[in-house]
């Protein structure tokens, strides 16, 4: 959209409905608020939780993302009504959440040493979380993942190379 900037309003989503848009605001890269655009008036309204990567269920009534309290890294993947005030916290120390197909789970991915994790949780409780794979290395600044409605996990690995300076000499034209 025009007038945004990737460095401070990231985390996009699309409503189901295609009439809204949430997103989180970003100071440096810690999540500061989460606002809800309406595409028609592109008026933003203030979401009651600061959220990380939020992302909509299918029916709209729900949003997942990483909650930051006290600006703190990575958050808490918590499940929080759009209508309500109250978020459900379903893993602590994580970001990057996504519903599984059947929105029962959430796939969540957690920084363990220096690679990243992949998990899964039921969608009712804190805890029961099971790790599936490393995915490291991910790009920094995109370490994103999806899942297919079957469960398989698409990402894409970032293999930094040693940094090298080349020299060219270019001769007369």
Known sequence: MPGW???VSNGASVSPDGKRVIYSRLTGQVPVQTLIRDLKTGSDTAF???LEYPRWSRNGDRIIGAMHNDQSFPG???ECPVAGSECLIIARDARIPMYSATESEIYFVRR???S???FVAPINSLGGEQHLLTMAPLFPLGPFYDVTLDGDIVCVRFNEEPSEIWLAELSDW
Do not use: H, K, P, R
């Open 76 to 78: 808490n993947i918590a």
């Open 5 to 7: 900037d990737w460095t």
């Open 48 to 50: 009651y939780a600061t």
């Open 116 to 118: 990243q994790e992949l």
């Open 112 to 114: 363990v040493g220096s």
